[in-house]
């Protein structure tokens, strides 16, 4: 079965910079698996195993913009140190260079920013995905294609009987009450 929107798919990859350095890899441990064409992966990395099936092999690298982008420099800041103050105490077991902070952005968002320096005065916080700027070599094999259970799909989407969505408190045509 070739990889199409909708099938369950599961891959080994090793994921390393343009220059050899491994940043991350399945290998020895469970594949990646996703559902195709449901928006979970980079629509690039998806373009680049789009049609393959088991066992084929893929060697490909995607340029920063097919990626997590270019870094941003709007999304690296500069915050007043109270702002990281507990009853006039400074965090220092959560603030720290390289921490990885979670804020929340004027509308109640929560994104996680990465702790770069510390002065008496300011935090400094990068916002940009740590792959951003990074062309991206991926290579690997597709372990398996097929069409998702419910159970696969579930895991990723949640339940989508019947037009329930979720929310039918009983009172849906799903005919599984026990859902909402």
């Known amino acids: 079965m070739r990889i199409n929107k909708g099938l369950l798919v599961q891959a080994h990859y090793k994921l390393e910079d343009t220059e050899g350095a491994l940043i991350e890899t399945t290998n020895g441990g469970a594949p990646l698996e996703f559902i195709f064409g449901m928006g979970l992966m980079l629509p690039a990395f ?44 400074f965090d220092s077991e959560i603030v720290y260079e390289g921490a990885r902070v979670p804020m929340n952005t004027d509308d109640g968002q929560v994104v996680e920013g990465l702790v770069t320096k510390i002065t008496d005065e300011t935090v400094s916080m990068d916002f940009n995905h740590d792959l951003a700027g990074m062309a991206l070599h991926f290579t690997g094999e597709v372990v398996e294609v097929h069409e998702p259970s419910d159970e696969e799909y579930n895991k990723y989407f949640g339940h989508q009987h019947g037009s329930c969505g979720g929310s039918c408190s009983g009172g849906c045509s799903c005919g599984d009450h026990g859902c909402c």
């Open 46 to 89: 998806e373009a680049e195993l789009s049609g393959k099936e088991a066992g084929d092999k893929f060697d490909f690298v995607l340029e920063p913009d097919d990626a997590y982008g270019t870094v941003n420099p709007d999304l690296q800041i500069e915050l007043p140190r109270s702002a990281f103050e507990i009853d006039g105490e």
